[in-house]
């Protein structure tokens, strides 16, 4: 049942309530530098919004009685759209520019990866497999990775150009 997974969500969903809170802390600080790069904005944006569904995904994993289904669509349902955020941003740098600082092909590929991932486990989940319930949540722990590295790519990119 979902509620053998109450500690899982509850420890996913308060560690990226308090990452979303402690970036949003060192992007109001950098803000200047953040908005005049279209690579630094969009990455700030895709890490708030990649930290923020991960935040809703565990909420609504710990709503009593939900059923498989409603959470498999949820899930679904946070996950394109934090896609759609992270794809929009690199077609957006990629029209109007931007420096590029760490942004890697694999660093692009691996955030694309963690979400599609995410979509497939959601949509098994949905159809009554429970496989896809954890083939979405350690696509969603993997997905840290991306998130965290994306926080530190705007802190080293304010450092090293402070005072713009």
């Known amino acids: 049942m979902i509620d053998a997974w109450h500690d899982f969500f509850l420890m996913v969903g308060g560690g990226a309530a308090a990452l979303a809170g402690l970036v949003f802390v060192a992007m109001s600080i950098n ?8 690579t630094h904005k ?3 944006i895709a890490t708030l919004v990649g930290y923020t569904a991960v935040f809703m995904i565990c909420g609504l994993g710990l709503l009593a009685d939900q059923p498989y289904l409603w959470l498999g669509v949820e899930w679904f349902a946070i996950s394109a ?7 929009r941003g690199l077609v957006r740098v990629s029209h109007h520019g931007g420096s590029g600082f760490g942004s890697s092909s694999l660093r692009i590929l691996t955030g694309i990866a963690g979400y599609a991932a995410q979509i497939i486990g959601s949509l098994m989940l ?5 496989a896809g319930l954890y083939i979405a949540s350690v696509a969603m722990v993997l997905s840290f990775a991306s998130l965290i590295s994306g926080a530190w790519l705007l802190i080293v990119a304010a450092c090293q150009n402070p005072g713009e």
């Open 42 to 44: 969009n990455r700030a």
């Open 31 to 38: 803000l200047k530098i953040i908005i005049q790069d279209g």
């Open 81 to 87: 759209v934090a896609l759609y955020v992270y794809v």
């Open 126 to 130: 949905a159809v009554g497999y429970i």
